[in-house]
């Protein structure tokens, strides 16, 4: 059974920083693109961030660009997503998934039930 499950999120003033983590069983880990996403209250969700399974490869938001930064740590079988000088339009739901393939496309395999990232102004 694939489990994926996220920590680290809460309240920050804006500029703050915050660092997510992820940890993910069930499946061969290292054999995983991962990526975080993101939900506003009213909005749909939308890709963050995503890195590829041998960390070679990253992608980003253009919204996040520069201010975050995704990485992973195979042997732990986590990934983590490091948000600096954050807004408060980075307030949202992050979740992070699983999947074979990976990128900056929405359909990933497993999910995680998300951390509530709140952004102070």
């Known amino acids: 059974q694939v489990q994926v499950v996220e920590s680290g999120g809460g309240l920050v003033q804006a500029g703050g920083s915050l660092r997510l983590s992820c940890a993910a069983s069930?499946?061969?880990?290292?054999?995983?693109?991962m990526g975080w996403f993101r939900q506003a209250p009213g909005k749909e969700r939308e890709f963050v961030a995503a890195?590829?399974?041998?960390?070679?490869?990253?992608y980003y938001a253009n919204s996040v660009k520069g201010r975050f930064t995704i990485s992973r740590d195979n042997a732990k079988k986590s990934v983590y997503l490091q948000m600096n000088s954050l807004k408060p339009e980075d307030t949202a739901v992050y979740y992070c998934?699983?999947?074979?393939?990976?990128?900056?496309?929405?359909?990933?395999?497993?999910w995680g039930q998300g951390t509530q990232v709140t952004v102070s102004s």
């Open positions: 890195i590829s399974w041998n960390a070679l490869t990253t």
């Open positions: 998934a699983a999947d074979r393939l990976g990128g900056d496309q929405p359909e990933y395999d497993y």
């Open positions: 069930g499946l061969t880990f290292a054999m995983y693109a």
